[in-house]
């Protein structure tokens, strides 16, 4: 990199990682911008009133080389394979998570409706196509009435809302139905949410991430190794502990699908599709030191890199991809952090272990 070592980029990292995950913290890190600090990208919400579910869309209009790494045993996705190096089409315009499980894949129609009406896409003949990927989570049991869920009316709102500014976290958007800890069913579980973390270094090289978190193991700092939200105990007072129940030999209660962490990483370095791919693959042990146990046999984890272009110095990968571990690990923190609570779904900020 021009004018940034390596160690530089580790210690702003770590420096970014320790505000957000101060010691006794219950709400979210200060704003900031989040996925929206890379210049050309925005983001939009649109949460669903009828039950705790919705989408969020990440608009690059101008487009961007991208990435992705499927590492969860259960995913449900959207074009991924177009984003396999060796294939042909080069630029994504736009990224859709939604909640819904497999019928929230829908989204996507509307966020392709919404950029073809503005003439973006990949250019066929005197025709544009949007490339838009997308990734789903399992929220089909919160709220009472599971055939509410994100359709392609969701995803249009949803674009139509993007914005530059600081990306609204919490429980919101394809986060709304989110939950964790699920090993022992969704009784004992807590509110998840969706949530967004950004670095700069000083020679002006952006690395961003957006996560919507919906584990079925627990979100752990670890900055302290303490559990953030989990899977609470039977009388719903702590917390279980999924690194001691895995140990005690517990039998899981929550079945394959239900569950996932999805995002995006984005970086205004210039990419190629190969590069996008490993920084999305070095991406996940964001959520690897996040969230345990991570990339299960019932969790879809999957995670999309952006590379939108802009800075002039030259793309170093390894710090790129180290980089994004570390504000993917922040916004999964700042998701639970940010999430507000439902019946029988406490969020971390209201939740205080044994003391009821």
């Known amino acids: 990199m021009r004018r940034s070592s390596l160690s530089a980029a580790i210690a702003i990292a770590t420096s970014l990682t320790t505000m957000d995950c101060a010691v006794g913290q219950t709400g979210p890190a200060p704003v900031e911008p989040g996925l929206t600090a890379v210049s050309g990208i925005t983001v939009g919400h ?3 009133r009828e039950r705790p579910t919705g989408c969020t869309v990440v608009l690059v209009p101008s487009g961007a080389v991208g990435g992705v790494d499927v590492r969860g045993g259960a995913p449900g996705t959207r074009e991924v394979a177009l984003l396999d190096p060796v294939n042909t089409v080069e630029q994504v315009h736009a990224v859709v998570l939604a909640g819904g499980s497999a019928f929230g894949l829908d989204a996507a129609g509307g ?80 509110r998840g949410g969706i949530g967004s973390a950004s670095v700069t270094l000083p020679d ?21 190794g303490k559990i953030v939200a989990g899977v609470r105990t039977e ?19 929550y079945a394959p699908g239900q569950n996932t962490s999805i995002g995006v990483v984005a970086t205004n370095a210039t990419l190629t599709k190969s590069q996008s791919t490993k920084v999305a693959q070095m991406a996940q042990d964001g959520v690897a030191r996040a969230v345990v146990p991570a990339h299960t046999p019932l969790d879809g984890d999957t995670m999309f890199a952006l590379a939108v272009g802009g800075y002039e110095g030259d793309a170093n990968v390894l710090t790129i ?36």
């Open 46 to 48: 649109h949460t669903l």
């Open 111 to 190: 966020v392709m409706r919404f950029l073809e009406e503005r003439n973006v896409g990949f250019q066929v003949g005197n025709v544009r196509v949007p490339i838009v990927v997308g990734a789903i989570l399992f929220d089909l049991m919160v709220g009472e009435d599971p055939s509410v869920r994100p359709d392609a009316a969701c995803g249009y709102v949803a674009a139509e809302m993007a914005t530059a500014g600081p990306v609204v976290e919490g429980s919101v958007g394809a986060g709304a139905g989110a939950s964790v800890g699920k090993f022992a069913g969704p009784g004992r579980a807590m």
């Open 321 to 356: 991809g180290a980089l994004a571990a570390d504000v993917v690990t922040t916004a999964i923190l700042r998701a639970v952090r940010a999430a507000t609570s439902l019946e029988g779904l406490p969020a971390a900020a209201d939740f205080s272990p044994g003391s009821r």
């Open 204 to 224: 002006g090289l952006i690395v961003a991430a957006l996560v919507a978190v919906n584990p079925v193991g627990d979100v752990i700092d670890p900055g302290t």
């Open 235 to 253: 009388d719903g007072a702590g917390f279980a502990d999924a690194r001691q129940l895995i140990r005690s030999g517990v039998t899981i209660g």
